[in-house]
């Protein structure tokens, strides 16, 4: 049990390790530690669902930036900088 505990990662590395994983596969010993603190941290659970509702809508043709105002992509970039 100890040995898994060990995996658990910080807020702050998880943070980290999300961002990575957005461009690489995580190794084995990140993708644990990061699973582990995300069964327990409901802050950081809310934080990559932000991320990934972000990506999913950038990916699904929003990425012309005349589709939004410059205060909302303004409004957008602050709130993404808060959460992540």
């Given at each position: 049990m100890?040995?898994?505990?060990r995996?658990?990662?910080?807020?702050?590395?998880?943070?980290?390790?999300m961002?990575?994983?957005?461009?690489q596969?995580?190794?084995?010993?990140?993708?644990?530690?990061l699973?582990?603190h995300?069964a327990?941290c409901?802050?950081?659970?809310?934080s990559l669902r932000?991320?990934?509702?972000?990506r999913?809508?950038?990916?699904s043709?929003?990425?012309?930036?005349?589709a939004?105002?410059p205060e909302a992509?303004?409004?957008?970039?602050?709130?993404?900088?808060?959460?992540?």
């Amino acid at each position: 049990m100890r040995k898994w505990l060990r995996q658990v990662t910080s807020c702050e590395e998880s943070e980290l390790l999300m961002e990575e994983q957005l461009n690489q596969p995580l190794s084995s010993k990140q993708w644990l530690g990061l699973r582990l603190h995300l069964a327990m941290c409901s802050a950081c659970r809310k934080s990559l669902r932000y991320a990934r509702s972000i990506r999913q809508w950038l990916r699904s043709g929003a990425r012309d930036e005349e589709a939004l105002s410059p205060e909302a992509m303004e409004r957008i970039r602050q709130a993404l900088d808060r959460e992540l």
